[in-house]
């Protein structure tokens, strides 16, 4: 039994449902991120796990925060980051988030009236804040056009606007693009930084400043269904040395920084629950499990989409949705499948289904059934208010192989 299969049936004792996280895993994925990217810092995205011992664990290894909320500001000084390794980036902060979160972390405006409400707060304070922007480019991930977004401010408005309006409290000096998570292929995410490093080059023209940092946000993505193949990142460390080596030689003093948030944890987690009923209806073999759409809801919604999607393999909505067989679904057991089962939940509504006729070992009352995928927008995305039921606990084995609640 492996160390993820034994502590999975140790909890399973005593538990019904519950969130697995193996450190091993996120070790594992984050050196391949330094290996990959020797010239770069991380910033771990928050919000897709912000378990405690996750935080600890990943800013161990000397990750930096993106936060997405001032809760999520708040929570990496707990951690222990200092103010200068967090980087907190979110539409619609108020100004109520911006006087508090002002000297705990690095603001990103994401638009232009959020960068006078930062000077109207910096000058209040009677201080002088370093901030950064958000920027909405002329391109796109895939090197098209650029197109509207809700986040940033556009590249075509952002220089006019800190030429007409100098802000004499808010000193400039970063950038943060993010267009899209989820990416496997490696040429396209190469092209983008490329990208990304030309436009900090005309920032930099057109500011008149020197950055303190670039931050090229995340993208990087993990195989989900058995058919993703994953990203190659000995071909993407090739393709992208040279861009960052050649940007790190000009700019020495600027941090490159990339947001992980799905690479770093994802795949760390796994989602267990057990077999509560078993039944069969008109020839169809149910077996009701223990908090599923209240437990992990991505599967369950990938497959609602999917049902009313009239393509087969429906576009992806990060982070809710992406792709059918988001998940792989483990029985620990040796025998073969042998029998087409349905997995419904305990919910009071027909939505409640994780899986419609699938192979699987026999399985009785009492099983255990684990999915994967669960370290990241997992947890943290799952209405457990749902139904009043017990929400599923969380878990982390550390390297050590000690299990934390
Ligand atoms: C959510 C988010 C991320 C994390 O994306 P992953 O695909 O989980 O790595 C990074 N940056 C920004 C700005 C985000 O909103």
Do not use: W
Not at 22 to 33: A, G, N, Q, T, V
Not at 277 to 306: H, M
């Amino acid at each position: 039994m492996n160390r993820i299969t034994s502590a999975v049936h140790s909890l399973a004792q005593t538990r019904g449902s519950f969130y697995l996280y193996d450190e091993r895993s996120i070790f594992r994925h984050i050196d391949l991120l330094k290996e990959t990217f020797p010239q770069a810092r991380f910033l771990y995205s928050i919000k897709c796990n912000s378990n405690p011992h996750i935080l600890q664990s990943v800013f161990s290894l000397g990750l930096g925060a993106d936060a997405a909320s001032l809760g999520e500001v708040l929570a990496a000084g707990k951690a222990g980051l200092s103010p200068d390794q967090i980087y907190y980036s979110a539409p619609g902060k108020t100004s109520e988030d911006i006087r508090r979160s002002m000297s705990e972390a690095t603001l990103i405006a994401d638009s232009t009236g959020e960068l006078l409400r930062i000077q109207a707060a910096a000058e209040e304070a009677g201080k002088v804040v370093h901030a950064g922007v958000r920027i909405n480019p002329d391109f796109s991930f895939g090197g098209g056009t650029g197109t509207s977004s809700k986040f940033g401010i556009d590249e075509s408005q952002v220089y006019e606007f800190l030429a007409e309006n100098p802000l004499k409290n808010v000193v400039i000096d970063g950038i943060h693009v993010h267009l899209k998570s989820q990416e496997l292929r490696f040429d396209v995410l190469s092209e983008y930084y490329r990208n990304v490093f030309r436009l900090a080059e005309a920032f930099e023209a057109a500011a008149g400043c020197q950055l303190r940092f670039l931050n090229l946000g995340s993208g990087i993505g993990i195989p989900y269904s058995p058919t993703d193949r994953p990203l190659d990142f000995e071909a993407l460390k090739n393709t992208a040395a040279e861009l960052f080596d050649s940007f790190r030689a000009s700019h020495p003093d600027t941090v490159i920084f990339i947001e992980t948030g799905r690479f770093a944890v994802g795949k760390s987690g796994y989602y267990v629950t057990r077999v509560l009923d078993r039944k069969i209806s008109r020839g169809k073999t149910f077996l009701i499990l223990e908090n599923t759409l209240n437990g992990f809801l991505r599967p369950v919604l990938a497959r609602l989409i999917c049902r009313y999607s009239p393509d087969l393999s429906p576009e992806g909505c990060e982070p809710l949705f992406t792709c059918r067989d988001e998940c792989e679904i483990l029985t620990f057991r040796e025998e073969p499948p042998t029998e087409r089962v349905t997995l419904a939940g305990n919910l009071c509504t027909a939505a409640d289904v994780i899986a419609e006729d699938i192979f699987l070992p026999h399985l009785e009352p009492g099983d255990i059934i684990a999915l994967t995928n669960a370290g990241s927008y997992a947890a943290a995305l799952t209405p457990f208010q749902f139904s009043s039921q017990e929400p599923p606990a969380e878990f982390f084995l550390t390297a050590g192989g000690e299990i934390l609640s």
